[in-house]
């Protein structure tokens, strides 16, 4: 999502406690997992107790659910999204936009919390920054912590920068590896792809391929079940630019040969997506040989611009 909702996601820092008085205790999730989002008052508004308290969901937070407060009344808005989101529960394309406790008394030398809670868009990307504003009326005055950085700024200049928190890849288990597949004289290792955001049409796939044999065989093609086709692309660097191309005639595989298809380097390239595999996910597909045929292999999806399956280090040369 990097222009669907410029006003509230950015790639500025976090404003601290410090600076900001409404503040998210609650500084990082991932994409598609669930946010519980702590609105901290830090103070009221020169001296005068806090009695209102509106907090603005942005694009993205799905599902919002505000947590109710004793001794305060609880309102939200419902609207339409700016696109229909795929969901834990299926998918939703319109929700809360806006939450707000009234009719309580929060003095100006106290700290209290409103919660809410929210999941996020599987379609945000690690390293947006996502902004939260929010309202403070108190008996006299108000506070408005709703600024957003401009692109290049820094929010920790902002007077009343609106609360925030990061948006960070999820941290993946280090995977139980599939043992070596064997098919004739070829052992077929680590197959694995990229994650990809929803919308995209291609996705890499990788692996590593041996040859125990006297005879060269040739890796033609690939197939997943969410891609209209499998084949096998180049990439080098030629006067600085990279480039890549598809290997039409297949890649050989000499006797005695390792061959390891890498990012950076041959891969496989899937294209036509009608599905977006996500990380942590298996995925059952086939290889292509001219000598061993169609081989069933289990890729596990690693995350978006990975360099390696997940858990592991590239394979250096």
């Not at 001794?71 to 939200?76: D, E």
């Not at 309580?104 to 920054?129: I, M, R």
């Not at 033609?220 to 290997?247: C, L, Q, R, W, Y």
């Amino acid at each position: 999502m990097k222009s669907l909702i410029p006003a509230v996601i950015g790639l500025g820092l976090v404003a601290s406690a410090a600076q900001a008085h409404a503040v998210l205790e609650r500084k990082q999730a991932s994409p598609g997992a669930s946010y519980r989002g702590v609105v901290q008052i830090m103070h009221g508004c020169d001296g005068k107790p806090t009695i209102k308290v509106s907090v603005s969901i942005p694009e993205g937070l799905i599902g919002a659910k505000p947590m109710p407060k004793p001794g305060w009344t609880l309102a939200t808005t419902r609207g339409a999204y700016a696109k229909t989101y795929t969901t834990h529960h299926g998918t939703a394309a319109e929700g809360v936009k806006s939450i707000t406790w009234s009719g309580g008394s929060l003095p100006d030398d106290q700290v209290d919390e409103f919660t809410f809670l929210a999941q996020v868009a599987d379609t945000f990307e690690p390293g947006a920054t996502i902004y939260v504003p929010v309202q403070q009326d108190c008996s006299e005055g108000s506070h408005s912590w709703s600024e957003i950085p401009k692109p290049g700024q820094d929010a920790h200049d902002l007077k009343a920068a609106a609360p925030a928190f990061r948006i960070v890849q999820a941290a993946q288990a280090a995977p139980v590896q599939a043992a070596p597949i064997k098919a004739g004289d070829l052992t077929i290792e680590t197959p694995w792809l990229r994650a990809t955001p929803n919308g995209a049409k291609v996705a890499g796939g990788y692996v590593r391929i041996t040859n125990t044999g006297s005879t060269p065989d040739v890796l033609t093609g690939a197939a997943v079940p969410f891609a209209k086709s499998g084949d096998i692309h180049s990439m080098s660097m030629e006067g600085g630019v990279m480039k890549m191309a598809p290997v039409s005639e297949g890649l050989t595989i000499k006797p005695g040969e390792t061959v390891e298809l890498k990012p950076g380097g041959y891969h496989l390239m899937f294209e036509g997506l009608t599905g977006a595999p996500k990380a942590g996910d298996t995925v059952a597909g086939t290889l292509t040989f001219q000598r061993a045929g169609t081989v069933p292999v289990t890729f596990s999806v690693a995350p978006i611009g990975a360099a390696a399956p997940s858990g592991q280090h590239q394979h250096q040369h």
